[in-house]
């Protein structure tokens, strides 16, 4: 900061000769220009190149489907409460498995979700999670109402995130 | 008055009055499970622990009488530590089964973790193990596990339904309730348990996960199924009953209603028989039509047919503010005498409890209102007379269905000139009429019963029509209700465009050329009370929540 400052308050007449002649300052800014052109890029040929985001990164949310090829919802209805956008629709039903509850019905309308996260922070089994997915685009808004077909994703796609979780939540 | 102190809080009681009674008249609550006010004290939750000064222990509220003088703490460190310690022993073999449990969200377990405990558990063992879903009625699941031994249900059976039929077996840890052999929980009032247990034990099958709680709106409304006209909750989700539930009234039904009223009155609302829009009939099929099509070719119909061929019955099922309008609209506008309604009765039907024999909501009223012959005009055994003799040539019914009464009108109905109906859901008699006007159920409706007692009781709507907008009628909203657009589909529950009777006629009217200018039931309610001598005095607010009884030189039971 005061060094900052004291540059600033640099006046023409405390200049230097080097500095006053303006020559080794042009190399020095050209010498800069000419090392970035010559460093790696960081711009991706999307969509040809993917960018895949780290296991923190909150993509649209997707429901956990387990290996035994049932979801691991219970439809408690804790996401679609605590949803801020009301974006998630849950309706219940009975199962004859153990657990008894089952989503009948499970929606989001990925026009309504903001992807803040809440539902997979408030959910008691795991069974929502926000994946990588990032590509939305809709031609329709009945489109943007994902159903149990869309958003059940096997487990073994989502470990990293759910590891993410158990670390961090 | 004898005085007690809880809290600091200097108050009255009767002689006799337990602590928790006492508190309760006054606002005071004091945290219990198994004490209920219309059950015997069993006094085994020990939830109500408070401490009493200059008595040696912690006694419990419930089943304490108070006494002059008592200095009664239940905000006391003492009492706080009681209450904790007696949440975790209940929480210890409870299960942590809230996001499957259909209690969440009313569960006075639930309630009281998030207020009168530790929030930790320091129970490390396995929890004890029990059998889960078992149906333990035709109506009532039962879960063991969740349930907490506070005994309400068993109290219930014995005492109110007078039917034992549960009980307790094994000690300890392994008690469980169970019906006694050969036995199931199926007395008539058997779902009453799944609103007094505390807990997620016993369930209600019909609405068994079906919604949550906090998603539904609930308007407070009065049970369609007999005279009695037991005070409930209606409870609606998208634009849906999904289930009612008894609200407390001691002059009627106290804390309890009948499965038969829980069960099988709100189903028609939403059924596929539902009339959706006016109907006339062309070339032998009802075809839907606008309501100025309707009213018009009612009218012209009507208005060619002399005055003593029509006859008008009207409903013991309508409130008084449609079949006041009806019998009005009958006087007046047609000018018939001929006017009268049918009475449904089945005396295997009623118990000593609550159910009455009458299986209407409104036969009383409907008869106060006027819906009764006028100077020599015909009752309905007249009318359905005459209608046979052929010297009724047009018939205007409201909601209600005339050939369940008489099969054999069957043949005569047809060959009446007009025969207009007002009717909620498609029947019998629908299939022979000319003309069939939509009428709104009482869910969609405000309005007044009057029930076998004489007591006057509103009906609010619950569920909206097409013309109607939620939140503009000042009716119930759920979160769902207020935030949802046309583009959700969790918002799009069907409406139905039907009208109150009372609507359709004074619409009817109009068009025949008297004019009838009501905005709202209430206006009706306000001109019945200036013109029925029973009703005098009588508004929307006074009847209130719960009701107010009208003065009858004699209570006419059916």
Known sequence: ?169 | MPKIIIDGKEIEFRQGQTIIEAAKEHGIEIPHFCWHPKLSVSGNCRMCLVEVEKMPKLVIACATVASDGMVVHTESPKAIAARNAVMEFLLINHPLDCPICDEAGECKLQDYAYQHSLGESRFVEEKVHKDKRVKIGPRVMFDAERCISCSRCIRFCDEIAKDPELTFVKRGDRVTITTFPGEELDNPYSMNVVDICPVGALTNVDFRFKARVWDMSHTNSICFGCARGCNIEIWVRNNEILRLTPRHNEEVNSYWMCDHGRLNTFKFVNSETRVDSPHIRKDGKLVRVGWDEAFAETASRLKSINKEQIAVIGSPYATCEDNYITSKFARSVLGTNNIDFIRHTDYSFADDILRREDLTPNSLGAELVGVRPQKNGLNIEGIIKSIKDGKIKALYLIEDDLLSIDHELENYLAKLEVFIVNATNFNQSTNFADIVFPAATYAEKNGTFVNFQGRVQRIRPAVATIEVDRALEGMALSRLDKFGTKFDRWAQGKHFDARATWKILSSLSNVLGSKMKYQMAEDVFNEMASSIPEFKGLDYDVIGELGAQLKLEKVNVV
């Open chain 1, 1 to 169: 900061m005061s060094q900052t400052s004291n540059s600033l308050k640099k006046r023409k007449k405390d200049l230097t000769f080097w500095q006053k002649i303006y020559i080794p300052e042009i190399a020095k800014g050209l010498a800069l220009t000419f090392k970035n052109m010559v460093r790696p890029k960081f711009t991706m040929e999307y969509p040809e190149e993917k960018f895949i985001p780290p296991p923190s990164y909150r993509g649209r949310p997707v429901l956990v489907l387990e290996e035994t090829g049932e979801e691991r919802c219970v439809a408690c209805g804790l996401c679609s409460r605590v949803c801020p956008a009301l974006a998630i629709e849950v309706q219940a039903a009975e199962t004859e498995r153990e657990k008894e509850r089952y989503p009948e019905k499970f929606e989001i309308n990925m026009l309504r979700c903001i992807f803040c996260g809440l539902c997979e922070e408030v959910c008691p089994e795991e069974a929502i999670v926000m994946s990588k997915d990032y590509e939305l685009a809709f031609t329709n808004r009945e489109d943007a109402i994902y159903g149990k077909d869309k958003l059940l994703t096997p487990v073994s796609q989502l470990e990293d995130r759910i590891e993410f979780l158990r670390k961090y939540k």
